[in-house]
């Protein structure tokens, strides 16, 4: 399996503009995670998916932030309106209940 | 719910000297316990984890950590650094259960000196 793959892996839009990160978990997984990465706040989840549902949102910043798991091999994090404020590396995760494979990240820059 | 504190941000050491970098959970249950790496620019890497058994861990790259269930502790070592290891490291936690997701601490940058 190629692990979990993630794009774009750099990112940079203006405030206002809507983005899209894009997610493949690895293949059995049933688990999935999106966390965001800063300086200030460190590794934070912003929502999990169990077998393709939402089961906890309550990380996600604001209503600009959604997320969903079409499908068991793929997820989208949805930022609309960007801020300049949202710029971090979002990662995302999934997981076989003992270990959880993390993504190279996206790295997003709103200005 | 559970919660991980890393007590040091930042630990600079010089190389080929021993490390420990410091963890601390909090949780009243049993607790699956993971110690992350993050290279520059990269994604988190699993170094070891505890699940059941063996207190001691030992991971790749030369680390081991030590459950230590009275002090709530999962601390990392490393006997001798190499200037490869600099990067940050991340302990993390979860239950047992499998149907919550891993809860980070802040870091540690793991500074290695020539």
């Known amino acids: 399996d190629a692990g979990v793959i993630q794009s774009p892996r750099h990112e940079v839009t203006e405030m206002g503009q809507e983005v899209t990160l894009r997610c493949k978990p690895i293949s059995g997984h049933d688990y999935l995670f999106w966390y965001r990465q800063t300086m200030m706040r460190g590794l934070e989840l912003l929502i999990y998916f169990n077998n393709n549902v939402p089961i906890d949102d309550s990380g996600m910043p604001e209503d600009r932030f959604s997320a969903k798991m079409p499908n068991a091999s793929f997820s989208t994090l949805k930022i609309q309106p960007s801020e300049p404020r949202d710029s971090a590396v979002y990662f995302c995760?999934?997981?076989?209940?003992?270990?959880?494979?993390f993504g190279q990240g996206t790295r997003l820059t709103v200005v | 719910a559970q919660s991980v504190t890393q007590l040091d941000s930042q630990v600079p050491v010089f190389e080929e000297a021993p490390v420990e970098l410091r963890c601390n959970y909090s949780s009243s249950v049993s607790v699956y316990l993971f110690w992350y790496v993050q290279y520059p620019n990269q994604g988190l890497q699993l170094l070891l984890k505890?699940?059941?058994?063996?207190?001691l861990v030992k991971g790749i790259n030369g680390f081991e950590a030590e459950f230590n269930k009275s002090q709530t502790s999962f601390h990392l070592r490393k006997p001798s650094v190499h200037i490869s290891d600099t990067a940050e490291y991340f302990c993390a936690v979860t239950y047992p259960s499998g149907n919550t997701p891993l809860v980070f601490g802040k870091g540690t940058r793991l500074s290695v000196i020539a």
């Open positions: 995760a999934s997981t076989d209940r003992a270990e959880a494979f």
């Open positions: 505890y699940l059941s058994g063996s207190t």
